[in-house]
């Protein structure tokens, strides 16, 4: 059964196409890559998928189980999409603290779980200004799964990540296909494409193309 679904959608900026009526089924359980040059409108498929822009025309339909008819951002959703910001003056547990706090549907248990999964030690005093880029990415993953989410949007995960976190987030993400769950994500790294997409999609001529 398909999580997402993009019927004939058509965006353009400023007078230049992105998509022009493009279709896409995303399938439950599966977990699906975008591939695509600079510039092709991966951050913009992301951000309509979650209701954060909307297409000039056509329909992005989501499952209903995720999409509350009183909220415009699917619920249960993971996300990373372009880099998000933190309180630079708060450690990396403070942050994830405070945006726990804004549905109230975890504790400090379940965020401390979740840093662990992607190898940024919860315990850390060192405030988010003074984090590397592989550390920022770390703590933009464990947001995107912190609540449990059961779909997960992201783009680049495994940007400024070193081999050894590469290899922890994939198993994590394997893991959460085995758990019938549904990932989407963009690489720049056709390794990442080969060893997890079970589908991949390209982003062409303003168009999605299934390619496997």
């Known amino acids: ?24 089924t995303f399938e439950a359980g599966k977990i699906h890559g975008i591939v695509g040059p600079n510039g092709s409108g991966k951050s913009i498929l992301f951000k309509m998928i979650c209701g954060f822009i909307l297409p000039d025309t056509g329909k992005v339909i989501i499952d209903s189980q995720y999409q509350s008819p009183s909220r415009t951002f699917p619920e249960q959703f993971g996300v990373i999409i372009d880099r998000p910001g933190y309180l630079p ?32 030690p919860p315990g850390l005093k060192q405030k988010a200004r003074n984090y590397s880029l592989g550390m920022k990415q770390k703590l933009a993953l464990a947001q995107a799964i912190m609540e449990d989410q059961k779909v997960l949007i992201l783009d680049e995960p495994f940007n400024a990540l070193d081999a050894d976190s590469v290899d922890l987030v994939r198993n994590l993400l394997k893991k959460h296909r085995e758990q019938g769950r549904t990932v989407i994500f963009t690489s720049h790294n056709r390794e990442d494409i080969d060893l997890l997409a079970d589908h991949t999609l390209r982003i062409s001529n303003s168009k999605l193309e299934r390619i496997s």
Do not use: C, H
Request: zero cysteines; charged letters at 30%; aromatic letters at 4%.
């Open 1 to 24: 059964m398909p999580v997402i679904e993009l019927e004939k959608v058509t965006k353009s900026f400023k007078g230049v196409p992105i998509f022009d009526n493009a279709s896409a």
């Open 89 to 120: 003056q708060k450690t990396g547990l403070d942050n994830l603290r405070d945006l726990a706090k804004i549905r109230g549907a975890i504790g400090d248990a379940e965020i401390r779980d979740a840093m662990e999964k992607v190898g940024l």
